[in-house]
């Protein structure tokens, strides 16, 4: 199976979160706050379609309640767009990224309390739709290990 980073234990539960938002300039959004211990499993974004947009908006999680975020990104830079664009074709086991589909991330994000997704806008006015898909578990997996991006 190609995905095996994406097994989880036998006692999870599902959830997922969906999000639309139209964003203002400097505006903040709280996109999931979840309560684990629990394990991110995919985040699926589709931005508003601007030249840049994918630079203006940050992406930052936070995990177990710390104050600095461990993920602190540009969204297109975190998913490997970088240069402003609106995408460039990506396909792997980790990272999707499709024209007319948006951005996908495959990686194992676990966590053992708290998990807070929030994005950032930044001088553009724009949107952007969220899906995050996740399990809670009854509990923390033995994974010490938190995902990091800067």
Known sequence: MPYDHLSLPAR?????VSYVQRLQPGEKLVVADLEGPGCITCMNIVLHR?????????????????ETPSVDAPIGD???VGHG???Y??????FSVKH???????????FAKSARIEVENGDEPGGCF????????????????????K
């Not at 999870?12 to 997922?16: H, L, T």
Request: charged residues 25%.
């Open 78 to 80: 975190f998913f490997g």
């Open 100 to 110: 007319q589909t948006g951005y996908s991330c495959y990686f194992r994000m676990p």
């Open 50 to 66: 601007v030249q840049n947009y994918g630079r203006t908006l940050t992406l930052k999680i936070y995990w177990d309640g710390e």
């Open 85 to 87: 664009e609106l995408y």
């Open 12 to 16: 999870s539960r599902p959830g997922k």
């Open 130 to 149: 969220f899906f995050i898909d996740w399990s809670r578990f009854d509990e923390p997996l033995a994974e010490e290990q938190r995902f990091h991006a």
């Open 89 to 94: 074709p990506i396909d792997n086991a980790f």
